[in-house]
């Protein structure tokens, strides 16, 4: 999967809607995420799972609710990325959005053909279902693709083989 734009307001600490163009990163092949403690790393992730997944890990009560920044009423996140899927190098975009009332969600996956946006899927059950036959990966080991739990890098490289494989 390569990403190629993250759009997202109201996912923890960001109030403000924020964008990342990651085919600017990505031009020279390969990207890291650095920062300080509390600047937004994990976020990003944490809205990238949530685009297509429609959970974060890493929510407090286990309340995909917890997410919604406190002094908002929703949290949204549209995602494009390009991946090999069907045979063939395919751009989807997913658009997801959570309401604190109930933690309802809306969400629509569109593949991006000729510069246009064609609607691929549209609501939760829909949507998920196609976006993990898309991604080939349940949650739970994606997230494991993509990064190690804070505080799981240190032990992860002090491990023998054997103990590294049981982290991930």
Not at 96 to 125: F, P
């Amino acid at each position: 999967m390569r990403p190629i734009a993250l759009d997202f307001c109201g996912i923890n600490s960001f109030s403000e809607p924020a964008h990342i163009d990651f085919s600017k990163l990505l031009e020279y092949g390969i990207f890291g995420i650095f920062g300080d403690t509390g600047s937004g790393k994990s976020t990003i992730l944490d809205c990238i799972g949530f685009a297509l997944y429609g959970s974060v890990a890493r929510s407090r009560s286990g309340s995909i609710g917890d997410v919604i920044n406190f002094a908002l009423d929703r949290a949204y996140v549209h995602f494009e990325f390009e991946i090999s899927f069907e045979g063939s190098r395919r751009i989807f975009r997913v658009e997801r959005e959570l309401r604190r009332k109930n933690a309802a969600q809306s969400v629509k996956v569109y593949e991006r053909k000729d510069n246009m946006l064609l609607a691929a899927a549209d609501g939760v059950r829909e949507s998920n279902a196609l976006l993990e036959r898309i991604v080939g990966l349940e949650q739970r080991d994606f997230e494991k693709c993509i990064a190690l739990p804070q505080g799981e890098f240190s032990q992860f490289v002090r491990s023998t083989r054997a103990d590294r494989l049981k982290l991930v």
